[in-house]
């Protein structure tokens, strides 16, 4: 009686097949992640580019407001003094020293600030004095990218995000300005340096 042979796939090919798919399913998984990453920084980096414009929008509110008031020394001449050309700077902090050991570096001097709202109006966090302002900081690391974030108490709080004014040399034939240079730096998942955005507003003072 002849007995009939039986066909099947051996160990190695099943192993084989196995490891094809792992493979296969592993790259899928790669591939996934990195385009979850770089939509995420695109996001980011959208939600960002909108944070600086609205401190370009403040700054650019606060100065009409000056302007405005020129040689009434109102209200909105005292803010502007005490908030923006009280913490200007001779030169802002270097492009490129904005990242230092892979993390973000807040400049070393005072003159840093951060426009943020208060009651519908704005004034200005210095990051030198924020130590001892109770819930208000500004960090090299955001919780997630660079903002002003609003906290439970409903305390205003610069994350990542800052602004150093710089004056015009003085003249007699020119006004005067201010080179607002606005920048952001935050650590995006996936990255190993943080990602950095910075825009630079001149702003004129009113002529004498």
């Known amino acids: 009686m002849l007995r009939r042979r039986e066909s099947g796939d051996t160990i190695v090919e099943v192993?084989?097949?196995?490891?094809i798919f792992s493979l296969v399913a592993v790259s899928g998984l790669s591939i996934m992640n990195q385009g979850l990453g770089m939509a995420q920084r695109s996001l980011e980096i959208g939600l960002v580019r909108q944070q600086i414009d609205m401190q370009a929008d403040?700054?650019?509110?606060?100065?009409?407001?000056?302007?405005?008031?020129?040689?009434?020394?109102?209200?909105p001449t005292e803010m502007w003094q005490q908030t923006?050309?009280?913490?200007?700077v001779n030169k802002a902090q270097d492009y490129s020293a904005m990242i230092n050991d892979e993390k973000c570096q807040l400049p070393s001097t005072s003159g840093a600030v951060t426009i943020v709202g208060s009651d519908g109006s704005p004034f200005v966090l210095d990051i030198s004095k924020l130590?001892?302002?109770?819930?208000?900081?500004?960090?090299?690391?955001?919780?997630?990218?660079?903002?002003v974030r609003t906290l439970?108490?409903?305390?205003?709080?610069?994350?990542g995000?800052?602004?150093?004014?710089?004056k015009s040399p003085s003249s007699e034939d020119r006004p005067g300005f201010y080179d607002f240079h606005i920048r952001a730096c935050w650590r995006s998942p996936g990255q190993v340096m943080p990602l950095t955005l910075g825009t630079i507003v001149r702003l004129y003072e009113p002529r004498g």
């Open 15 to 19: 192993l084989f097949a196995v490891t």
């Open 58 to 75: 403040a700054l650019r509110y606060l100065n009409h407001a000056y302007v405005s008031d020129y040689g009434k020394r109102g209200a």
């Open 84 to 88: 923006i050309a009280a913490h200007a």
């Open 131 to 147: 130590s001892s302002s109770p819930g208000a900081a500004v960090t090299g690391d955001a919780a997630t990218y660079a903002q």
């Open 152 to 159: 439970d108490e409903g305390v205003a709080v610069g994350e």
């Open 161 to 166: 995000l800052w602004i150093q004014a710089v």
